[in-house]
């Protein structure tokens, strides 16, 4: 099966500009998640979708990023205006259902610079 | 809340030793716990989930042990390769409200031949 496809796989912009990330799951695949991932960390969750709706932003600082998923497929985050911090890979994962016993399967992130 | 250890120090062993990581967890009594890898520059890989009524999981040369009174899974590699050469992380569940998995930051494997 194909994979979870970002693009695209690099960004620099400079801040107080805006950026969009692009996110399609693996086929069939209910949930999907955004993550902020900083050098020599873990990942951070941002946005959990269920199909088209949000199950879990409440770590998305929302005065700068948004999401969406529309028709419950592909998804998008943006950020406006970009601040140095913001300097991270975003990772988009997928899985089955929204049990977090469930494997997640991630693509290989976007890695945003910010100047 | 929940908090996630893992060593910040990279793992350096000799090929065909056996590497062995550790992920400890404070202040949660999750149900399961999850390992991924992660090489540089992609997305982590799903290894393999642990229940906690599981003390033990084995997968090919993956072994990973979940000791709930300790409140640390263990993650061993047999006979290591230098293939196996990534950054681990453990993963645990929510421990309220939210549904997703928290990671930890990961510990870096280093396999030399």
């Known amino acids: 099966e194909a994979g979870v496809a970002q693009s695209p796989r690099y960004k620099i912009i400079e801040k107080r500009q805006s950026v969009a990330f692009w996110c399609n799951p693996i086929?069939?695949?209910?949930?999907l998640y955004w993550y902020q991932q900083i050098l020599g960390q873990g990942p951070k969750l941002l946005i959990q979708?269920?199909?088209?709706?949000?199950?879990?932003d409440s770590q998305l600082p929302k005065d700068r990023f948004s999401a969406e998923r529309l028709k419950g497929v592909d998804s998008t985050l943006k950020i406006q205006p970009a601040k140095l911090e913001d300097s991270a890979v975003y990772l988009c994962?997928?899985?089955?259902?929204?049990?977090?016993?469930?494997?997640?399967?991630f693509g290989d992130g976007t890695r945003l610079s910010i100047l | 809340s929940q908090k996630i250890e893992q060593n910040s120090e990279a793992l350096n062993i000799q090929e065909g030793k056996t590497a062995t990581l550790t992920c400890n967890y404070t202040?949660?009594?999750?149900?399961?716990l999850q390992w991924y890898r992660q090489d540089p520059g992609r997305g982590p890989v799903f290894l393999l989930l642990?229940?906690?009524?599981?003390k033990e999981k084995r997968k090919e040369r993956l072994k990973v042990t979940f000791d709930t009174t300790l409140k640390q899974s263990l993650f061993h590699i047999t006979a290591s390769q230098p293939a196996d050469s990534a950054t681990y992380l453990c993963?645990?569940?929510?421990?309220?409200?939210?549904?997703?998995?928290?990671f930890g930051s990961g510990t870096r494997l280093q396999v030399h031949p």
């Open positions: 993963a645990l569940p929510p421990d309220t409200g939210r549904r997703a998995l928290t």
């Open positions: 202040n949660y009594s999750p149900a399961y």
């Open positions: 086929s069939g695949h209910a949930t």
């Open positions: 979708f269920q199909n088209n709706g949000v199950v879990d």
């Open positions: 994962a997928s899985s089955l259902g929204d049990v977090s016993n469930q494997p997640q399967h």
């Open positions: 642990i229940r906690e009524n599981e």
